[in-house]
T-cell receptor
Framework: GAGVSQSPRYKVAKRGQDVALRCDPI?????LFWYQQALGQGPEFLTY????????KSGLPSDRFFAERPEGSVSTLKIQRTQQEDSAVYLC??????????????FGPGTRLTVT | AQSVTQLDSHVSVSEGTPVLLRCNYS??????LFWYVQHPNKGLQLLLK??????LVKGINGFEAEFKKSETSFHLTKPSAHMSDAAEYFC?????????????FGQGTELSVKP
C-alpha cells in the first residue's frame, strides 16, 4: 500500500523566498509529525497534529515556520523568508492512533531544502 | 530535558562479525524506545521497539535490543553483519506522559561493513 509521500523531494530557494512543503500521510492516520534533519544530525521534532488540530508546535524554530492540516489529512509546512540555516531535510511522519509513544511512526522520504 | 545519547558516531565491522551499537537514555519517565535505520536516500525505517513488555526485543533483519533499566541503556546488536546493514542507525525515545509522544532522536551511528 501507499506510504507517506512528500513533495517536492528537492527544493532550492534563494534566501528570503517563501517555500511550501507538502506531506500526504497514510490514509486514515490520525497523527502527523514534522521533523527537521540537519546534515549529519538526527531528526528534531517541529510540530504535531492530531487530525486537523495542531497540538504541539514547540519545536518550530521561529515564527517564520508555519504548519497546517486543515482537513486532517494532507499537511503543509511553510517557511517564510528562508534563511541559510533553514537548509535541511524536512521529514513528515504519520501514525494510526493518537500520539502516545507506542504507535509506530511511518516516515516519508523527506524534502531536501537548500537555501542559497 | 529528556534525551538519548548514542555513544559512537561511527562503527566499522567486518562482514560476518557481530554488531553492537550503543545507546543510553535519560530516565525521568517510563520511556518507549525505538531503533530506526536510514539507508542513503531512503526514508527512516523502524527496526524494533520497546514498550514495557519483554526487555529483549527482536526486530527485523536479525537485529535485537535489550532494555536495561538499571543501566538506562538500549543497545542494538546483531550476531552477524551483512553488507546490506551499512546505514545510519538512530536510537529514539518517546515518553507517553511527557513530550506528547513525539520522538526524540539520538545523533546517529553510521555503521560501515567491510567485506
Amino acid at each position: 500500500g501507499a506510504g507517506v509521500s512528500q513533495s517536492p523531494r528537492y527544493k532550492v530557494a534563494k534566501r528570503g523566498q517563501d517555500v511550501a512543503l507538502r506531506c500526504d500521510p497514510i490514509s486514515g492516520h490520525v497523527s502527523l509529525f514534522w521533523y527537521q534533519q540537519a546534515l549529519g544530525q538526527g531528526p528534531e521534532f517541529l510540530t504535531y497534529f492530531q487530525n486537523e488540530a495542531q497540538l504541539d508546535k514547540s519545536g518550530l524554530p521561529s515564527d517564520r515556520f508555519f504548519a497546517e492540516r486543515p482537513e486532517g489529512s494532507v499537511s503543509t509546512l511553510k517557511i517564510q523568508r528562508t534563511q541559510q540555516e533553514d537548509s535541511a531535510v524536512y521529514l513528515c511522519a504519520s501514525s494510526y492512533g493518537l500520539a502516545g509513544g507506542e504507535d509506530e511512526q511511518y516516515f516519508g522520504p523527506g524534502t531536501r531544502l537548500t537555501v542559497t | 530535558a529528556q534525551s538519548v545519547t548514542q555513544l559512537d558516531s561511527h562503527v566499522s565491522v567486518s562482514e560476518g562479525t557481530p554488531v553492537l551499537l550503543r545507546c543510553n537514555y535519560s530516565s525521568s519517565y517510563s520511556p518507549s524506545l525505538f531503533w530506526y535505520v536510514q539507508h542513503p536516500n531512503k526514508g527512516l525505517q523502524l527496526l524494533l521497539k520497546y514498550t514495557s513488555a519483554a526487555t529483549l526485543v527482536k526486530g527485523i533483519n536479525g537485529f535485537e535490543a535489550e532494555f536495561k533499566k538499571s543501566e538506562t541503556s538500549f543497545h542494538l546488536t546483531k550476531p552477524s553483519a551483512h553488507m546490506s546493514d551499512a546505514a545510519e542507525y538512530f536510537c529514539v525515545v518517546s515518553y507517553l506522559y511527557n513530550q506528547g509522544g513525539k520522538l526524540i532522536f539520538g545523533q546517529g551511528t553510521e555503521l560501515s561493513v567491510k567485506p
